[in-house]
């Protein structure tokens, strides 16, 4: 499979539940992206990965934690979630020091917290 | 912070007409891009400007970065309802980040048949 793919597409959870968000890509990028998009807002930036190493992590709350453990895999780890932590959350790559070429997004997954 | 000002937020227009969406900042970019995101899709990149001035060609879509590489237009001629979408500009940074993307909140275009 080409492209980045992001398992699963919806998740709906509660606020004291557990859940991991997947990012999968096959394009030999070296670095990965979170990103949070939620209505009327511009993408946020939540963590960067470069060379399977987390280069930044954008003042983003301590119940998302990231997990990069090889450079074509992606993990969101979420734990006692906010309703207003309730958006489309979707994972990039890009060639590190390619950024002009663009980053490949993958279809996000849709998280609804209750 | 580097923010991009994308205009207008909603444009709701018939098919075939023509339209122009924008995109300012006060900040210099290295290189700037366009991406159209569907509903309940991921933004797909459509092009990258990199030189002030440039001016590119995609079908129906025209793209061209400012002289001084802090805007940009993309004008769309006689437009289909497959061009409907949220359009999304983002700006590379000129401050040494070799990877970050800057993103405006995006333009909402609908095109009615």
């Known amino acids: 499979e080409t492209g980045v793919t992001q398992t699963p597409r919806h998740l709906v959870m509660g606020m004291t539940n557990k859940k991991s968000l997947k990012c999968e890509q096959h394009l030999g990028h070296n670095a990965m992206y979170w990103y949070k998009q939620s209505a009327k807002k511009p993408l946020e930036l939540m963590f960067v990965?470069?060379?399977?190493?987390?280069?930044e992590n954008n003042s983003v709350p301590s119940r998302f934690s990231p997990e990069c453990p090889n450079s074509s895999h992606l993990f969101l780890h979420l734990h006692t979630l906010q309703p207003e932590d309730s958006a489309l959350y979707l994972c990039?790559?890009?060639?590190?020091?390619?950024?002009?070429?663009?980053?490949?997004f993958g279809s996000g997954t849709r998280l609804t917290v209750v | 912070t580097q923010l991009l000002e994308q205009s207008p937020q909603f444009l709701s227009i018939q098919e075939g007409e023509n339209l122009t969406v924008y995109c300012n900042s006060s900040?210099?970019?290295?290189?700037l891009q366009w991406y159209r995101q569907e509903p309940g899709e991921g933004p797909v990149l459509l092009v990258t400007?990199?030189?002030?001035?440039e001016v590119k060609k995609l079908k129906r879509l025209t793209f061209q970065f400012g002289d001084a590489r802090k805007d940009s237009s993309l004008h769309i001629t006689a437009a289909q309802p497959g061009d409907t979408g949220l359009y999304l500009c983002?700006?590379?940074?000129?401050?040494?980040?070799?990877?970050?993307?800057?993103f405006g909140k995006g333009t909402l275009l609908t095109v009615n048949p």
């Open positions: 400007v990199v030189t002030g001035g």
């Open positions: 990965y470069s060379l399977e190493e987390r280069v």
């Open positions: 990039a790559s890009s060639q590190e020091g390619g950024v002009d070429y663009g980053y490949t």
């Open positions: 983002a700006g590379a940074g000129s401050g040494g980040s070799n990877y970050k993307l800057t």
């Open positions: 900040s210099v970019f290295s290189s």
